[in-house]
C-alpha cells in the first residue's frame, strides 16, 4: 500500500515509522493501525550474497517456516520407513526429489509474503519497499528500488531491521559458502555437506540433510547449541551421531576453494548423482585443529551457521544519537523497549542482551503499540521466553538450564526431575527408547518452583506450549504432580516425574562399586 499523496494534517507525515518489515515490525505497525494512527513501514532488504530476494516478514518470519518444511520433509522420509510394521506397503522405492521440495517452499514464502502485504492494506498500514536512514531526529531518507530519494518525517519511529547471517572472514566464504538463506537457491541437492557451526540452524540443517540421506559433518565452531542447557544438547548430539551425523571437535575452518568435478559416491548416501551433480565442482576446505595443525577435505556444499548479526550499520542510528554494542551493532534499549532517544524504539533480534524469537517479537511489538497509543503500561516479559529446535528429535525449552539454574540458585537449592520416554508409535517400528527425554527444574526453597522445563521427542513445542502458560502463573512441582495426565500421549510423562537427577546419580555410583 504506497503513502498517499495528500501533505499530513500534523507537524509529521507520519505518527509511526517502523523501518524493517520483520515479526516485531510488522506486530506494533498494525496493532498502531487498529488504534487509529498513521503508520508506515520500510522494508527493503538487500539481495543474499547469492543473489536471492528477501520477502516481507523478515528473517526470522521466513526461515521459521522454511525450518519447519524442512524438518517435516526430514520426519517423513523416516515414517515412510516406520510405515511398514503399521501395515503399509511400498509398489516402489521411495526416493526425494529436491527441486519439488524447493519449489514447494519458495512459493509458500512467496505466498505468505504476499498475504502480509494484503493484511498491512486491510488495517490501514502504508508500506513502501525501501531503505530507510534516519538523517535527523524525526527524519528518515527513503531510497525506492531505483535510487529516486525523498525525506519522510515520524512522531516516532521503530527499528525493527532483524538480523543477517555472519560470515567467519576466511579466504573463500562468501564466494563459495552457503548460509541457511541460501541453501534453498541450489537448483541440486547439496551433495556431501559441512555445516560449520553447533548452533540450533547449524544442528537443525544437519539433521534436515542427514534426513534426506546426505552425508553431513557438523564442525562445532565453537560450541554446542550455546544459551542452551548443554546436557541437552549433548543428548541432541547423541541422537545426531547415531542417526549419521558426523562431528568434526576441537577444529576451525581456515579456508575454502573450488576444485575438481564431485565424485559420484559423494554426492548423496541413497541415490545415484546426476549428470549434473558430478559434473559440479567440489569444495576442498582447509582445517585447523587447536594445536595449529591444518588438514584439507573435500565436500559438495559448505553451510555456515556461525551466528547471526543485527542489521543496523547502515540506517543512520550514529547520526541521532541511538547508542548500540560496538561489537554486535544491536541497540541498547530499557524495560520499554526505549533506545537511547526517547522518540526511537527497538524490537526484535535488534535489540541487546535480550532472547529473540518470532513469538517474542510479535509480542513486544503489539505490547509496545499499546503502550503508545492506547494509554498501556503492561511491558513485555523477557523471561520464561519459550524455544524451540526442529531437529530430527525435537527440543524445546523453557526458563532456566540446569546450569544457569545453579549458578542463580546454587546446586544445594536445585532439583531436577527427569526421565526418558519411549512414544507410543515409536513402539510398533521398534525406534530407539532412549531418544526422547524431559528433564524439569526446580527451586527447592521456593515450594519446588519450576523454573526450567526441556522436553526432547516428537512435538516437543507444541507439548510445552501449555507449560510455559503455567510457569507463567508460578507453577510448583505440586501442581504439576497433581495434573491429571492424557493417555495415550507423551505429554503424561511431565505429570509424572519421581526420578531425580540425585538419586539417578546414586544409583550409577553404587552400581560401579
Known amino acids: 500500500m504506497d503513502p498517499p499523496n495528500e501533505p499530513s494534517l500534523g507537524p509529521y507525515d507520519y505518527d509511526l515509522l517502523v523501518i524493517g518489515g520483520g515479526s516485531g515490525g510488522l506486530a506494533v505497525a498494525k496493532e498502531a493501525a487498529e488504534l487509529r494512527r498513521k503508520v508506515l513501514i520500510l522494508d527493503l532488504v538487500a539481495p543474499s550474497p547469492r543473489g536471492k530476494e528477501r520477502e516481507l516478514g ?113 579466504p573463500g566464504d562468501r564466494e563459495f559458502c552457503l548460509t541457511s538463506e541460501d541453501l534453498l537457491s541450489l537448483p541440486h541437492p547439496p551433495g556431501r555437506t559441512l555445516v560449520v557451526g553447533g548452533s540450533a540452524e547449524g544442528l537443525e540443517f544437519a539433521g534436515f540433510l542427514r534426513g534426506l540421506g546426505l552425508p553431513v559433518a557438523v564442525m562445532l565452531q565453537p560450541d554446542l547449541l550455546p544459551g542452551f542447557d548443554q546436557k541437552m544438547a549433548q543428548k541432541i548430539e547423541n541422537h545426531m551421531i547415531v542417526s549419521g551425523v558426523d562431528f568434526l571437535y576441537h577444529c576451525s575452518l581456515s579456508k575454502v576453494e573450488q576444485t575438481g568435478a564431485c565424485s559420484e559416491e559423494d554426492v548423496s548416501g541413497d541415490s545415484a548423482p546426476t549428470p549434473e551433480q558430478v559434473s559440479r565442482g567440489r569444495l576442498r576446505v582447509t582445517i585447523t585443529s587447536q594445536e595449529g595443525q591444518t588438514k584439507q577435505e573435500d565436500f559438495d556444499t559448505v553451510l555456515l551457521a556461525v551466528g547471526r548479526k543485527a542489521s543496523t550499520s547502515d540506517i543512520g542510528l550514529e547520526c541521532v544519537g541511538v547508542q548500540c554494542r560496538q561489537d554486535t551493532g544491536r541497540i541498547l534499549v530499557n524495560e520499554s523497549d ?100 524431559v528433564k524439569v527444574i526446580c527451586h527447592i ?48 510423562v511431565l505429570s509424572s516425574l519421581t526420578q531425580t537427577q540425585r538419586m539417578s546419580e546414586a544409583m550409577m555410583v553404587r552400581g560401579n562399586c
Open 338 to 437: 526505549q533506545t537511547s532517544v526517547d522518540h526511537i524504539y527497538a524490537v526484535g533480534s535488534v535489540q541487546h542482551g535480550r532472547p529473540s524469537t518470532t513469538g517474542l517479537s510479535v509480542h513486544a511489538g503489539t505490547l509496545l503499540a499499546r503502550r503508545l497509543y492506547r494509554g498501556d503500561s503492561i511491558l513485555c516479559d523477557y523471561t520464561n521466553v519459550p524455544a524451540v529446535v526442529l531437529t530430527p528429535v525435537e527440543y524445546s525449552a523453557c526458563g532456566l538450564s540446569e546450569e544457569k539454574a545453579n549458578l542463580t540458585f546454587g546446586e544445594n537449592s536445585v532439583e531436577v526431575y527427569h526421565s526418558y520416554y519411549w512414544p507410543l508409535e515409536w513402539t510398533l517400528p521398534a525406534r530407539s527408547k532412549n531418544s526422547c527425554y
Open 445 to 492: 526453597p521456593d515450594q519446588e518452583r519450576v523454573v526450567g522445563v526441556h522436553v526432547m521427542g516428537p512435538n516437543a513445542g507444541d507439548v510445552l506450549q501449555g507449560f510455559v502458560v503455567a510457569m507463567k502463573c508460578g507453577l510448583t512441582k505440586r501442581q504439576l504432580d497433581a495434573t491429571v495426565g492424557i493417555h495415550p500421549g507423551s505429554a503424561q
Open 58 to 170: 523478515g528473517s526470522s518470519l521466513n526461515m521459521d517456516s522454511t525450518r519447519k518444511f524442512l524438518q517435516q520433509a526430514s520426519l517423513l522420509g523416516q515414517a515412510i520407513q516406520d510405515s511398514q510394521k503399521y501395515g503399509w506397503r511400498l509398489k516402489e522405492h521411495a526416493s526425494h526429489g529436491w527441486t519439488e521440495l524447493v519449489e514447494a517452499v519458495q512459493e509458500q514464502v512467496k505466498t505468505r509474503s504476499l498475504e502480509l502485504r494484503r493484511e498491512l492494506k486491510s488495517c490501514g498500514v502504508f508500506y513502501l519497499n525501501a531503505r530507510g536512514e534516519l538523517v535527523e531526529p524525526h527524519t528518515v531518507e527513503v531510497t525506492d528500488v531505483d535510487g529516486r530519494k525523498r525525506r519522510l518525517t515520524a512522531e516516532t519511529l521503530v527499528i525493527a531491521t532483524g538480523d543477517t547471517p555472519q560470515y567467519l572472514g576466511i
